[in-house]
Nanobody, 122 residues
Framework: QVQLVESGGGLVQAGGSLRLSCAAT????????MGWYRQAPGKQREFVAV???????NYADSVKGRFTISRDNAKNTVYLQMNSLKPEDTAVYYC????????????????WGQGTQVTVSS
């Protein structure tokens, strides 16, 4: 069974840093884009960052210059380095991946992780 397993969330003071990880496991043929989204209480899930299989990146304006997305293709893992954290970054962070997976045939699907809580105190 293909799944995304996240880790690295926690509680940090404003100005601090955290690094999130998300590993894809299972019968994976290939991975296209990998990304991070977040959802704060009472708000809709929003885009944070994305990285292509070739390493091109894109960020939400709210995190540009503070967050860095990267990936290790050999480990099927995507990372989100978060620096200069602000209380408004508090949310549940979800990774997602556009993957070609092997079942009875190779099929393309979007997968989501279970989410990891990031809390930034002022």
């Amino acid at each position: 069974q293909v799944q995304l397993v996240e880790s690295g969330g926690g509680l940090v003071q404003a100005g601090g840093s955290l690094r999130l990880s998300c590993a894809a496991t299972g019968n994976i043929f290939s991975i296209n884009d990998m990304g991070w989204y977040r959802q704060a209480p009472g708000k809709q899930r929003e885009f944070v960052a994305v990285i292509t299989s070739g390493g091109n990146t894109n960020y939400a304006d709210s995190v540009k210059g503070r967050f860095t997305i990267s990936r290790d293709n050999a480990k099927n893992t995507v990372y989100l380095q978060m620096n200069s954290l602000k209380p408004e970054d508090t949310a549940v962070y979800y990774c997602n991946a556009d993957m070609m997976v092997i079942t009875v045939r190779i099929s393309r699907n979007i997968y989501w992780g279970q989410g990891t809580q990031v809390t930034v105190s002022s």
